[in-house]
């Protein structure tokens, strides 16, 4: 029940294109949700967030959706550039508890020109 | 932006030694600390949860004896691999959370390699 599911594992997108990443969820209990962008050999950095009370927020190119009937939730890269390449990890915590953050497998972003 | 730092960013060790790595917030207080593991090509796997001025919450298959964490203060926590061994070779990462906004903040990371 503390699993967050990630899909796809790896994606390759052309530059300029659209970068999908789902994430899935079971425990209800969750109340935050972050998106991580880790470069190799970095530490992960905190791209975007959202909470459940609301169905989407963007920032700048970046967008989440999140659909709390369905218990997923998933991340656009708009206009994806080759910088945009590298691993990204969706999660979940009970943030009111300041509980642990629980990260799903990750997804490995390749931008191509 | 808040930032955490750890200390060394690689270091590499005989087996048998024992090595301290560092964790601290730079620029704000944080209770707790949280300590992951990291293998190639794979998520972090969070390894303890550390609160200042108590003991470490160690996640099931930890052992506590092997990673030994202290949270002196409230900018430094620091994990000591104990007896390391070539299977302990890994990316540490730390992180720190942020007060009432909750929001977790992490280190660069430290490249362990046991030889």
């Known amino acids: 029940q503390q699993q967050v599911k990630q899909s796809p594992q790896s994606l390759i997108v052309q530059k300029g294109g659209i970068s999908i990443i789902n994430c899935a969820y079971e425990n209800t209990a969750f109340d935050y949700f972050p998106w991580y962008q880790q470069f190799p050999g970095k530490g992960p950095a905190l791209l975007i967030a959202?909470?459940?009370?609301?169905s989407e927020k963007k920032e700048g190119r970046f967008t989440i959706s999140f659909n709390k009937s369905a218990k997923q939730f998933s991340l656009h890269i708009m206009d994806s550039q080759p910088g945009d390449s590298a691993t990204y990890f969706c999660a979940a915590s009970k943030r009111t508890s300041y509980d642990k953050v629980i990260f799903g497998p990750g997804t490995s972003l390749s931008v191509i020109p | 932006g808040a930032v955490v730092s750890q200390h060394p960013s690689w270091v590499i060790c005989k087996s048998g030694t024992s090595v301290k790595i560092e964790c601290r917030s730079l620029?704000?207080?944080?209770?707790?600390m949280f300590w992951y593991r990291q293998f190639p090509k794979q998520s972090l796997m969070l390894m303890a949860t550390s609160n200042e001025g108590s003991k470490a919450t160690y996640e099931q298959g930890v052992e506590k004896d092997k990673f030994l964490i202290n949270h002196a203060s409230l900018t430094l926590s620091t994990l000591t691999v104990t007896s390391a061994h070539p299977e302990d070779s890994s990316f540490y990462i730390c992180?720190?959370?942020?007060?009432?906004?909750?929001?977790?903040?992490f280190g660069p990371g430290t490249r362990l390699t046991v030889l």
């Open positions: 959202i909470r459940p009370d609301v």
């Open positions: 992180s720190a959370l942020m007060g009432l906004a909750g929001e977790q903040f």
């Open positions: 620029d704000f207080q944080a209770t707790t």
